[in-house]
């Protein structure tokens, strides 16, 4: 017996339970000339869910009467509708859709003796009656397809050897219908087709413990809303892919949309011309190969062409071109071609043009170019070009560039650039520049000749350093070898640029100076500041044909008298390097003044202990 229980149980707790479909959920109602609209509203409260259609394809103000006693959900749909409409549930909704009209077939002999044999037919607009122009016909196995002409006409030629054949007919904008053919008797084949239905009203049952309380509610549908942009058609509009690629191919590939088979080889000579015609633009294949140029849906291996090789989605993992490698969803693995190479999501892998290489997202990898690497999003990897790389966000590893380099987020690795370095945001590594660095906030290492950024905890090392909330001061003062020194010190606390120079106010001891140094600040407090300052000057002594250094180390006392305002003194080690032999008429031969006890270590180099004092603005 206790077997028998635990069988039992273990029974019930694997049995399956199945949750009733509102389709089938039973009902009663009586109405009497009463709007379909509010009809509709009522059947909904009274079975706890929505509803949701296109009010262009049901008329809401028709008067229906109609007597219902416990009958399904459907049952009722069926009687208010006539059977002219078909019904899907979707979680909580049912949606009204419009019943596909059947397509019309003219059976008459076929000879299907020959290798091809020939459907003709037309397509109609269901609502309007208007034959359809450009409409889409193809039969997906055989890969063969047909456009109507400006009558709405069509003529497609299908392969004998199969014995059945299923006609698809798509066009932008409408749903797609599909005819299955007997190839042995079909001759001619109607289509009607009806435009997208996009639902824009939703009734609502507002209290279920209410059931003549109605809401009815206009919104539109998210469950069934059309997309029409899509990577595959940005492809398309593309400046190159419009130049190469028929406008008859690019009609099929708007009206197919998302249907895509995939096949092991295909070969062409230019788009349109190939072993898949004008359907190679929905077909994914393994190894293509473009003699001149090729238009096709993606690869999944091999692919190499001529001049160019253009896919409308993912593409990898080799592929090389003369011109140009064009892809509309991902790439991985290798790229490479004479001119550009374009894709519209994102990289991992590894491009290489002659000009350009272009990704809409992001790219994970190597770009390389001859001029510009262009990101719209993140880089995490290597871009090496010729004059620019541009990224619009993050850059997580190396920018190289001839001239300029872009992070318009956070840059964290290294850029060198023969010109300019930018990153908008955060720099988290190293910037390298022939003439200007910028970061916003640098956490890094700026070298360059000017260094600028917004706030600094890192180092900037150049001729002159910006920091806009940073480190600005202007000495002046004096010392033992100039009567008059003045200083600019730029950048931050950890360290800042010294911009320097000095003269002599006496007309007989005359001497110019100026020069280049770097500094810290060891200690700050409000009232007291201790730093230390390695510079280097040349003195002009009447002559630009001697070399005259002095190079000092010096220590900074600085007592802050108010704000913006101290006074600073401190001693210095000087190294003074001088292969002037004469002194011209009013310049000073003297340096340092007498006093000072100096020691030398060949015919041009000496040394001395001095001092120097002044004030500090700012």
């Known amino acids: 017996m206790k077997k028998i229980w635990i069988v039992g149980l273990l029974l019930l707790a694997v049995q399956p339970s199945f949750a009733q479909s509102h389709l089938s959920k039973r009902i009663s109602l009586d109405v009497s000339r009463q709007k379909l609209s509010n009809v509709l509203e009522l059947i ?7 509803f949701s259609y296109n009010s262009s394809i049901i008329k809401r103000d028709s008067i229906v009467t109609l007597q219902a006693t416990n009958k399904a959900v459907k049952q009722v749909l069926d009687a208010l509708f006539k059977e002219t409409y078909e019904y899907r549930e979707s979680g909580n909704y049912i949606i009204i859709k419009r019943k596909p009209v059947e397509a019309t077939i ?58 059945q054949a299923s006609l698809t007919v798509s066009k932008l904008f409408y749903e797609d219908t599909t005819v299955n053919i007997n190839p042995a008797a079909v001759s001619e084949v109607k289509v009607t087709m009806y435009p997208i239905e996009k639902n824009d009203v939703v009734i609502s049952p507002e209290d279920y413990f209410l059931p003549d ?7 539109a549908d998210t469950t069934n809303t059309l997309v029409i942009e899509s990577d595959s058609a940005n492809i398309d509009k593309r400046f190159l892919t419009r130049w190469f690629v028929s406008s008859s191919q690019k009609i099929q590939s708007l009206n197919v949309g998302d249907w895509f088979a995939e096949k092991p080889f295909q070969f062409s000579l230019f788009p349109g011309l190939g072993t898949h015609g004008k359907l190679s633009g929905q077909v994914v294949n393994h190894f293509s190969l473009n003699l001149l140029g090729g238009y096709t849906g993606g690869l999944k291996g091999f692919e190499v062409g001529g001049l160019f090789n253009i ?43 002659g000009i350009g290489n272009y990704n809409r997202l992001w790219m994970h990898g190597f770009q390389a170019a001859g001029i510009v690497n262009f990101t719209g999003l993140d880089v995490q990897g290597f871009q090496a070009a010729g004059v620019v790389n541009f990224t619009a966000k993050n850059v997580k590893g190396l ?82 070898t100039m009567h008059l020194t003045t200083s600019i010190k730029t950048g931050n606390k950890k360290l800042y640029s010294i911009l320097l120079g000095g003269m002599n106010l006496d007309e007989n001891k005359k001497l110019f100076a100026f020069g280049y140094g770097i500094g810290t600040e ?7 500041a201790l730093s230390t300052d390695v510079t280097s000057q040349y003195l002009y002594l009447g002559s630009w044909n001697y070399l005259n ?30 292969d002037q032999t004469f002194t011209p008429p009013g310049y000073t031969n003297n340096i340092p003044e007498n006093g000072y006890k100096e020691f030398s270590w060949d015919n041009n180099w000496r040394g001395w202990g001095g001092w120097h004092a002044g004030i500090a603005i700012f």
Request: no cysteine.
């Open 44 to 50: 909904s409260n009274k079975g706890n869910f929505y």
């Open 311 to 353: 896919n409308r989605r993912d593409a990898g993992y080799f592929q090389a071109a003369g011109l140009f490698n064009h892809t509309g969803g991902r790439q991985a693995g290798f790229q490479a071609s004479g001119i550009s190479n374009t894709v519209l999501q994102y990289t991992n892998g590894f491009q290489a043009a």
């Open 549 to 578: 250094l002095l190079n000092r180390f010096s220590l900074n006392l600085h007592l802050r008298i108010s704000k913006g305002f101290a006074i600073y003194g401190g001693p210095s080690f000087n190294a003074y390097y001088s």
């Open 213 to 219: 309380s109605l809401t009815e509610i206009k919104q």
């Open 522 to 528: 060891w200690v700050g407090t409000r009232h007291f």
């Open 399 to 480: 920018q190289a560039a001839g001239v300029y380099n872009h992070a318009g987020d956070t840059m964290a690795g290294m850029q060198v650039a023969g010109v300019s370095n930018f990153a908008r945001r955060a720099l988290k590594g190293v910037q390298v520049a022939g003439v200007i660095n910028y970061a916003y906030h640098n956490k890094g290492l700026q070298i360059g000749l000017i260094n600028v950024a917004d706030t600094s905890d890192g180092f900037s090392i150049g001729l002159i350093n910006m920091v806009r909330r940073g480190y600005h001061k202007w000495y002046i003062g004096t010392d033992e």
């Open 106 to 163: 003219i059976t008459k002999p076929v000879t299907t003796a020959e290798k091809y044999y020939g459907i003709k037919g037309y397509v109609l607009d269901g609502i309007s009656g208007i034959r359809l122009a450009d409409a889409s016909v193809y039969e997906k196995s055989q890969l063969i397809g047909a456009l109507t002409n400006s009558n709405g006409d069509f003529l497609i030629r299908l392969k004998s050897k199969y014995n």
